[in-house]
């Protein structure tokens, strides 16, 4: 059976153009992911940049990153979150999904201790899941990539929606929930 679900109207943030240092740029997708679920349930009346940095000042970021226990503890002031199970990840993200819920979705190759595969989408990054989708009994993730930087160009590019394997990603992902009070 074939099935596709996205979620509407997301709000996307892009975590380049945020006034961070470059290495708080290059670690700013935890915090706008924040961001992106935040403002889907109350949107604000910042500036992106400020409200970027805002997430990166009170979830605790560093230029190393964000651990998934900090992005729960940060979204827990603003609502109910929490990791979901590995054991049942797609059915908890679809049901979320489903629920009109976006999921906060961390790739992270070096905790899991995948250090040399090359097959992972990302090796360590925080984007947004907005939606899913079954084909042929494989199944998709569609996320909010959270914007990219061209060194070469020195442009920044929009954040836009990414359909990557969930499969082939599964063992580094680490998925958290939130629903706002």
Known sequence: MNKHVML?????FTQYDVALSKLGKGSACGPTTIATLLNDSNPT???????IRQCYKQSGTTWLGLPAWQLVFTLRKYGKSEKIAVNCMWDHFTKEIDQNRAVAIKFDQWSSFKWSSRNFHYRYHWVTGIGYEVEEEKRYLHVLDNGAYDPLTKQTRESKVERISFDVNKSILTMVTFSPN
């Open 45 to 51: 009346t910042l500036t992106e940049s400020s409200y």
């Open 8 to 12: 509407k109207e997301i709000k996307t």
